[in-house]
């Protein structure tokens, strides 16, 4: 069976649980493809709800994404409420911010009620990589409180490095109620609550088939799923597995590394407060402490779909060129993983019919987004899909390029790169 890959986030594991492999031919009310938050979001609402679900993962339930992540829970999406707007008129655009409401307080609101230990923090830092972009802050503000969010603060310099230790920042939006947490502990929460809640889970079970008529039934190497309805939630790693959704999300790597512990002192000199932070850059970085005083530091997007042989030295230079008072600590931990992205940035949400349901491409906003996502699936379900229809107003374009889309999606990276360095 897979192990956890090796990061900060495997090594502080609440637990170690492991679940069965499929080798039967079962039947239940829904199956879940996809052990990350997701899955278990909508796993654990259904069963809660009273069906009958059986989830299946490929590797091991957390796995993904969801157990390397950055941890940030992060306000609104990757678009501006203005663009939103322009999508879906202002009320549509209403729906959706009410939606991403809901987003984190469905995290505050499981933590507390399944006791799920994972350093749930909260305080969120937007920073302005350059004086430019202090525009954004500004009019971001202002945005936000056109939405009835004004639980936030604009930051010039100063008052910023008041609270963050780097002079590479000119100044920031800070929030009240975004934050962060540790993702896998989190992910590992919600798998517990699920299986106490009656849900069957099944790692080291790969769907390779879904027959979607008459009735669907997933095919896995030694075993079948039959079930009245499905919900596909490999995000990134569902491959081809439904046709239709390949194409409309991108595989994207991203890394973090994390330092020795600092000391309470010295942790607390480089964010005082403890907020998360991340950067206005096109490509960002994104930034927090640990319980135990590491220093998380993560960025570096890769659109090619490889990853560096020795991930230490090609993020170190992107730290300290933020905080370059780490130059003689000390790096523990450096992983990747792989994200989706959407053409639009937009999360991809619908149902390919009425049996099958789908939710990814969160493009690094899916700490929050992905467990909406997946109590909304399980309330389109159970036959109430409002909010569901909101999410799947958008309509999603295929990535261009068919076979070629990566160095294509690499070559338009590039170009904001250039951007983040002209700007």
């Known amino acids: 069976m897979s192990a956890h890959t090796p990061s900060y986030y495997a090594a502080s594991a609440n637990e170690d649980v492991r679940h069965p492999k499929l080798d039967d031919d079962i039947s239940t009310d829904v199956c879940v493809i996809g052990g990350g938050i997701t899955g278990l979001s909508a796993a654990l609402h259904l069963a809660e709800a009273g069906f009958d679900v059986v989830l299946i993962d490929g590797e091991r339930i957390g796995w993904g994404a969801s157990g390397r992540n950055g941890g940030q829970i992060c306000s609104a999406y990757n678009k501006s409420m203005k663009e939103i707007e322009a999508l879906v008129g202002r009320d549509g655009a209403q729906a959706f911010w009410e939606v991403e409401r809901a987003a984190k307080d469905l995290i505050r609101d499981r933590v507390k009620k399944h006791n799920i230990d994972c350093d749930l923090q909260w305080g969120y830092l937007h920073t302005a990589a350059k004086p430019s972009h202090m525009s954004w802050v500004t009019e971001t503000y202002d945005e936000w409180a056109r939405y009835g969010y004004t639980d936030t603060e604009v930051l010039d310099k100063s008052q910023l490095q008041e609270r963050v230790g780097t002079e590479a920042y000119h ?8 934050g962060h947490l540790h993702p896998l502990n989190y992910t590992l929460g919600l798998a517990k609550a699920a299986k106490d809640a009656g849900v069957q889970l099944f790692e080291d079970t790969r769907a390779t088939h879904i027959e979607q008529r008459p009735t669907p039934k997933i095919t896995t190497p030694s075993g079948t799923v039959s079930a009245r309805y499905v919900i596909a939630a490999g995000n990134a790693y569902l491959g081809k597995l439904v046709p239709h959704l390949f194409h409309r ?3 994207v790597k991203s890394f973090i590394l994390a330092t020795e512990p600092l000391g309470e002192d010295r942790a607390r000199g480089l964010i005082r407060d403890n907020d998360a932070v991340t950067d206005t850059n096109h490509i960002c970085n994104y930034i927090r402490l640990s319980t135990d005083g590491r220093l998380l530091f993560g960025g570096r997007a890769n659109y090619t779909g490889t990853e560096p042989r020795d991930l230490f030295p090609y993020m170190r230079p992107r730290m300290l060129k933020i905080f370059p008072q780490l130059e003689n600590v000390g790096l523990d931990f450096c992983w990747g993983g792989t994200l989706a992205i959407t053409l639009d940035r937009m999360p991809h949400v ?12 969160y493009s690094g906003h899916g700490v929050a987004l992905a467990g909406i996502a997946g109590k909304l699936m399980a309330e389109a379900v159970q036959g109430t899909a409002e909010n569901f229809d909101v999410m799947a107003s958008i309509k999603h374009q295929p990535f261009p390029g068919g076979p070629i889309r990566m160095p294509m999606l690499a070559i338009g990276m590039l170009y904001y790169k250039l951007k983040d360095m002209m700007s």
Do not use: R
């Open 350 to 361: 619908g149902k390919i019919d009425d049996t099958l349901f789908f939710a990814h491409g």
């Open 171 to 178: 100044g920031a939006l800070w929030e009240q109620n975004a």
């Open 249 to 251: 999300v991108m595989p």
